[in-house]
């Protein structure tokens, strides 16, 4: 075990775990961050999303010791009232379905807005192509994408 100190959303955090534990379950595990979902361990689905210096991560296969000083952003921490353009547009475009999926994303549409503030619907395609929606709710995700684009 080691102990590795964190920035997780604005808050600095110390933990002891294995160096190669998945920043997942640092998360969930041994912070009850709860938002970030597991999806398929293989971060091929999305699901655990997370911002690592507003880049895009998937922390199923993230090490925790892979981190460093870099400043990790979940969903808890994109909008303490939830009013962040992306997380307003999803509401009003009524995005989510079954939800499993939304928290990745939206943690996915952050990291696109964030380097590309007004992306082409295929920029928006190419950028999202890696998380899986099951219940196909891929044309409201493009579209709040487009509106929570006209807020930056």
Same mark, same amino acid.
């Not at 991560?57 to 009232?81: H, N, W």
């Given at each position: ?5 964190? %920035?997780?959303?604005?808050?600095? !955090?110390?933990? =002891? ?7 997942? &379950? #640092? ?44 400043? %990790?952003?979940?969903?808890?921490? !994109?909008?303490? =009232? ?7 547009? &999803? #509401? ?61």
């Amino acid at each position: 075990m080691e102990k590795f100190n964190l %920035i997780i959303n604005g808050k600095k !955090l110390q933990v =002891e775990v294995e160096p190669d534990m998945p920043l997942l &379950w #640092v998360l969930r595990d041994i912070l009850s961050m709860k938002g970030t979902k597991y999806g398929c361990g293989q971060a091929l689905c999305g699901a655990c999303t997370v911002l690592l210096d507003d880049e895009a991560i998937r922390a199923c296969t993230y090490p925790v010791s892979e981190v460093g000083d870099q400043k %990790i952003t979940t969903i808890e921490g !994109l909008s303490k =009232e939830g009013n962040h353009p992306i997380q307003k547009a &999803w #509401v009003e475009h009524v995005v989510p379905q079954c939800g499993y999926c939304q928290t990745g994303q939206i943690m996915n549409a952050a990291a696109l807005l964030k380097r590309n503030p007004k992306p082409s619907d295929a920029e928006i395609e190419s950028a999202m192509a890696g998380n899986i929606c099951r219940c196909g709710t891929y044309n409201r995700i493009k579209e709040a994408i487009l509106t929570a684009s006209k807020s930056y």
